[in-house]
């Protein structure tokens, strides 16, 4: 018997046999991080570029010197990760790749209106998923993308500053079509998006974390995820290369036939 749409879409239930399944990778754990951590550090020095809010005195007169400093630091470690991470679309697990971000089917769009519906408080259910839902997916590819465009506007700036090749040949271009105060303004205002995300990113995890209860919160930590067999077949239906999994929390019944949902 097929998957019905009510069988894919009903809540967890208890009775039902959890797979403790591998999904984020490490390296995926580890540019989560760091992308959070070096956008702290980027935000506040680079607040105090934008307004120096210290009043140096004596010694501290380095203050400027040592904030611009530890900002190009952390622009360099942020760019590192971003780089890792765009080679991972492409060599990671399924839930890493690029074709779990890109809604390229009807399918998937259809998922993406059933997030939003959730969202909109049209339906009481978000539409379950192993890695992100499709609308989630959809925005950090946006959110990659802007994140790239800050990289790219940061060097820009430091190519202004430096003057020397190859900084100027790589970068020196986009001052040079924008003007440097639009860009100047837009790796500013970019920080603001990037907050606006984060707060509803912690937002929905805690959300979605309560709804489906399979470890989201502690998988970005752990890497693993606890999900019912009947949601693990129906995300291995495009026979792709199975996971790393095992029994948790309680033993598994025998299994399943492939595409029947569990009792």
């Known amino acids: 018997m097929a998957l019905t749409r009510d069988a894919a879409e009903r809540p967890l239930d208890v009775a039902e046999p959890l797979l403790r399944v591998y999904v984020w990778e490490l390296p995926?754990?580890?540019?989560?991080?760091?992308?959070?951590?070096?956008?702290?550090?980027?935000?506040?020095?680079?607040?105090?570029?934008?307004?120096?809010?210290?009043a140096a005195r004596g010694q501290q007169a380095f203050v400027m010197a040592t904030m611009r400093y530890v900002h190009e630091v952390a622009g360099f470690v942020f760019a590192i990760a971003l780089l890792v991470r765009l080679y991972w679309f492409f060599v990671g697990n399924r839930w890493a790749r690029w074709g779990a971000y890109v809604p390229f089917r009807a399918a998937h769009w259809a998922a993406v209106g059933a997030m939003l519906r959730y969202y909109l408080f049209l339906r009481w259910r978000p539409p379950y998923a192993i890695g992100h839902n499709r609308l989630a997916a959809f925005v950090y590819l946006i959110v990659y993308a802007l994140l790239a465009l800050q990289a790219l506007t940061g060097f820009a700036l430091l190519a202004w500053v430096l003057r020397t090749p190859p900084w100027m040949t790589l970068f020196g271009w986009l001052p040079g079509w924008l003007g440097i105060q639009p860009v100047r303004q837009l790796h500013?205002?970019?920080?603001?998006?990037?907050?606006?995300?984060?707060?509803?990113?912690?937002?929905?995890?805690?959300?979605?974390?309560?709804?489906?209860?399979n470890g989201l919160i502690g998988s970005i930590v752990s890497g693993y995820k606890f999900v019912p067999a009947w949601l693990l077949r129906r995300e291995l239906a495009d026979a792709a290369p199975p996971p790393r999994e095992?029994?948790?929390?309680?033993?598994?019944p025998e299994p399943l036939p492939r595409g029947e949902p569990a009792p």
């Open 246 to 252: 095992w029994p948790a929390r309680r033993p598994a």
């Open 188 to 213: 500013y205002l970019l920080m603001f998006v990037f907050w606006a995300f984060t707060i509803h990113h912690v937002y929905s995890a805690v959300l979605v974390a309560g709804e489906e209860r």
């Open 28 to 54: 995926v754990r580890v540019v989560h991080w760091l992308i959070f951590f070096s956008i702290v550090v980027l935000s506040f020095t680079g607040w105090y570029l934008h307004g120096p809010f210290v």
